[in-house]
């Protein structure tokens, strides 16, 4: 778990989790409503990137339900492909 830390407050987190011994999956990114817009998500997810690319996985992957337009949005953003 990756905490953002800002003004004594935690602004927002996110996890990944191990799938496989090739795949990863980012399992959650939440930030605080008043916070958003702020790069702050952006941070986090390259941050889990970085460190499940150093642990020698292949990919990394994420779920969000396909109503769920803005999470689509922010994780097209992030480089992430739908399947």
């Known amino acids: 778990m990756?905490?953002?830390?800002?003004?004594?407050?935690?602004?927002?987190?996110?996890?990944?989790?191990r799938v496989n011994s090739?795949?990863?999956?980012?399992?959650?990114?939440?930030?605080l409503e008043g916070c958003k817009g702020k790069e702050i998500g952006s941070m986090l997810v390259?941050?889990?990137?970085?460190?499940?690319r150093?642990?020698?996985?292949?990919?990394?992957g994420v779920k969000t339900?396909?109503?769920?337009?803005?999470?689509i949005a922010f994780y097209k953003k992030c480089g992430f492909a739908p399947h």
Do not use: Q
């Not at 003004?7 to 987190?13: D, E, Q, T």
């Not at 390259?46 to 499940?52: G, Q, V």
């Open 2 to 17: 990756y905490l953002a830390m800002g003004s004594g407050k935690v602004p927002g987190f996110a996890s990944w989790r």
């Open 22 to 31: 090739r795949l990863a999956e980012l399992s959650g990114v939440i930030v």
């Open 46 to 52: 390259e941050k889990i990137l970085k460190d499940a």
């Open 65 to 71: 339900e396909e109503y769920n337009t803005p999470a």
């Open 54 to 60: 150093d642990s020698s996985y292949d990919s990394i």
